[in-house]
C-alpha cells in the first residue's frame, strides 16, 4: 500500500511567521499535490508538482510556496502564515490509474 | 466558478436503505471521475471511480453512474451502514491536466441504525 506522510497532524503558529508542511511519499510517484479543506468549501488545490524540481500553482496559491527537490518528498511552505491560512492541509501524491492517496492532513492553527 | 457541484451538503438514510450522493459537472473536458470518502481528522480515501467511456461502475456496494449528457454523476450505496457515514467528494479530471482533481465541495451522510 501506498504511504503518504505528513509530518505533523496538529500545528500552532502565530502571525507572521514561515511554516513549513512536509509530506513524504514511499511509492516513487512523480505527482503529488497539496489541498486545503474547509468547511463549505470542498478541496481546493494549492500547488502540485509533476517531477523534482517542477511545480505549477493551483487555484489558489497566493501566499504559498512550495518545494520539491528530491521525488519523495513535496513541502508547502506559508512565507508569512496569516489567520486566513488557518485550515486542514491534505498531501496527496498520484498512481496512475488508482487516483489519489491522501496523508492524514495538518490541522493549521494561526493565531 | 464552480466546475464540480455537490448540492446537497447532507443527506440522512436508515440503515439498509440506499444511499444516493449526486454530483454536477461543467466542464466538458473532464473525463475521469472519482468518489472519495473522508472521516472527521483522517484524509480522504478513494472509493470508486468511472472514465467517460463507461456509464457504469460497481465495486460491492458503490455504484457510481455517469450521464455525461446531463453532466452528472451519482453514487449509490447499497445496503448502507452505519460506517458508511462520512462526507462524500465529488471529483473529476481532465487528459493533460497533469492529473490535476478538481474536487466538489462535499456531501455528510448519515446513515442511521
Known amino acids: 500500500d501506498v504511504k503518504v506522510t505528513q509530518s505533523s497532524r496538529y500545528l500552532v503558529k502565530r502571525t507572521g511567521e514561515k511554516v513549513f508542511l512536509e509530506c513524504v511519499q514511499d511509492?516513487?510517484?512523480?505527482?503529488m499535490f497539496w489541498y486545503r479543506q474547509d468547511p463549505g468549501l470542498g478541496l481546493r488545490l494549492i500547488y502540485f508538482?509533476?517531477?523534482?524540481?517542477?511545480?505549477e500553482k493551483g487555484d489558489i496559491p497566493e501566499g504559498y510556496s512550495v518545494s520539491r527537490e528530491k521525488k519523495e518528498r513535496f513541502s508547502l511552505i506559508l512565507e508569512s502564515a496569516s489567520t486566513n491560512q488557518t485550515s486542514m492541509y491534505l498531501c496527496a501524491s498520484l498512481e496512475q490509474g488508482h487516483g489519489y492517496t491522501f496523508g492524514s492532513g495538518t490541522r493549521l492553527t494561526v493565531v | 466558478d464552480q466546475q464540480v457541484k455537490q448540492n446537497s451538503p447532507s443527506l440522512s438514510v436508515q440503515e439498509g436503505r440506499i444511499s444516493i450522493l449526486n454530483c454536477d459537472y461543467t466542464n466538458s473536458m473532464f473525463d475521469y471521475f472519482l468518489w472519495y470518502k473522508k472521516y472527521p481528522a483522517e484524509g480522504p480515501t478513494f472509493l470508486i471511480s468511472?472514465?467517460?467511456?463507461?456509464d457504469k461502475n460497481e465495486d460491492g456496494r458503490f455504484t457510481v453512474f455517469l450521464n455525461k449528457s446531463a453532466k452528472h454523476l451519482s453514487l449509490h450505496i447499497v445496503p448502507s451502514q452505519p460506517g458508511d457515514s462520512a462526507v462524500y467528494f465529488c471529483a473529476a479530471s481532465s487528459r493533460g491536466s497533469n492529473y490535476k482533481l478538481t474536487f466538489g465541495k462535499g456531501t455528510l451522510l448519515t446513515v442511521n441504525p
Open positions: 508538482s509533476y517531477d523534482v524540481k517542477m511545480k
Open positions: 468511472i472514465s467517460s467511456i463507461k
Open positions: 511509492m516513487d510517484h512523480e505527482n
